[in-house]
């Protein structure tokens, strides 16, 4: 056996094989390098896409979460002013309840002194008409009289 041609036959063996591999193998794998390149390519820019599109709706949810917010504060200022305002209705009603209470109570004080006032005159009346009929010992027509005891019931 000669190794020249041992070495030129292996030698066309690898060319051919060569060969072969760059008409029927080659040009499949490069055809699918290419595609999942482009896959890749295509993955990688809807990523982008994607993680800008996530940046945005968290910004409008932080915008809508800060508008909710200052709505709700808005909600609860609206709430307390309208609890103060009841409040203050509440107590100039009350006010005005206990100002008309105290004014009928001191009109209903004032007719009682008045009543007394008049009931004392009549009894001081009385009690003048029953000391002059002592000292007199003599009866005091009392219906003759009623000028004299209402000018003495105004005096008193």
Do not use: Y
Request: glycine share 4%; aromatic share 4%; hydrophobic share 45%.
């Amino acid at each position: 056996m000669n190794i020249n041609l041992t070495i030129i036959g292996q030698l066309i063996s690898f060319v051919l094989f060569v060969v072969f591999c760059m008409k029927f193998v080659w040009p499949p794998l490069t055809q699918i390098m290419r595609e999942r390149q482009r896959v890749l390519a295509e993955g990688l820019e809807k990523a982008a896409a994607a993680e800008k599109q996530l940046e945005q709706a968290n910004t409008a949810a932080e915008e809508e979460l800060n508008a909710a917010k200052k709505q709700a504060a808005d909600l609860i200022a609206q709430a307390r002013n309208r609890a103060t305002q009841i409040e203050e209705e509440a107590k100039t009603k009350a006010r005005e309840e206990a100002e008309r209470i105290l004014a009928g109570a001191q009109a209903e004080i004032e007719q009682d002194v008045n009543r007394a006032r008049e009931e004392l005159r009549r009894r001081v009346g009385e009690l003048a008409i029953e000391g002059a009929e002592k000292i007199l010992e003599t009866s005091i027509d009392a219906s003759r009289h009623q000028s004299m005891l209402d000018k003495l019931a105004a005096q008193l």
